[in-house]
């Protein structure tokens, strides 16, 4: 019980102090906005692509929102000292972890209704896999916030956390299927395709909100899961090796 009021309040202070903030609140607002604006823009295309668009504004709100913030309070708390505090709390480094990464992995959950609901407005969502939807929500916000968890562990300034975050973001807008499909990109470039996480998520938003994915759903879930449970690990493993030892 203790272990759940220790995590309970680590999650609030991070909400507080780092989420809740109107600049961030609007950051996820606006974020999603420009990016269906640009690529409409871009496209020069109607109302009838916002479907085949939603899955990647969705998984870019996601990327960002979850990456953004975690990877410079992570990497500025260990620079005042403040995470040193926390590692005193009786609890385990395990949890403390999930604990520090919860506020990132709602904050990401929240960002992506905002270009559904916008969605909502002006395309017709009733063939959407839902059951799919959800749980692909949930697993991109996770792999996301632990993808910029060891970004986070693995630096020690907070202006090198967030340039190692774009070096990687970056090219996940063009080669993770996003609004590119991944089969037209050149044959030499697909194979990096595949060692991206995000990937395999917006695998399964193509296929519950288009229908149109490229690899076998199970074999999605099962790969994103995994690449969940990897980059947790890997960064326990950094924080033991450079932070504490």
């Not at 409409?40 to 899955?55: A, N, Q, T, Y």
């Not at 500025?76 to 480094?93: G, H, N, Q, V």
């Not at 916030?145 to 090219?171: H, K, M």
């Amino acid at each position: 019980m203790k272990n759940w009021i220790a995590f309970w309040n680590i999650l609030a202070k991070d909400m507080r102090t780092y989420y809740l903030k109107p600049p961030n609140i609007s950051w996820g607002i606006i974020f999603p906005i420009v990016w269906t604006g640009m690529f409409f823009i871009k496209s020069g295309s109607g109302l009838e692509s916002v479907l085949s668009l939603l899955p990647g504004v969705m998984t870019i709100s996601i990327l960002f929102g979850t990456t953004s913030v975690l990877s410079v309070t992570i990497t500025f708390e260990r620079r005042s000292r403040s995470f040193e505090r926390l590692l005193l709390a009786p609890i385990s480094l395990e949890l403390l972890m999930l604990a520090k990464t919860s506020g990132a992995i709602l904050f990401g959950v929240v960002n992506v209704f905002v270009p559904v609901i916008i969605a909502v407005f002006v395309a017709d969502l009733s063939g959407i896999t839902w059951s799919l939807v959800i749980p692909a929500i949930l697993l991109i916000a996770v792999v996301s916030t632990f993808f910029g968890l060891f970004i986070a562990v693995s630096v020690s300034e907070v202006f090198e956390a967030q340039t190692f975050s774009n070096f990687f973001r970056f090219p996940m807008i063009f080669l993770c299927g996003l609004f590119f499909p991944i089969m037209s990109l050149p044959v030499f470039i697909r194979p990096l395709s595949y060692i991206l996480p995000i990937t395999y998520g917006v695998d399964i938003l193509h296929g519950a909100i288009t229908g149109e994915h490229i690899m076998s759903l199970t074999l999605d879930f099962l790969v994103i899961g995994a690449f969940c449970v990897v980059l947790f690990l890997l960064s326990l493993y950094n924080i033991k090796r450079k932070w504490i030892s």
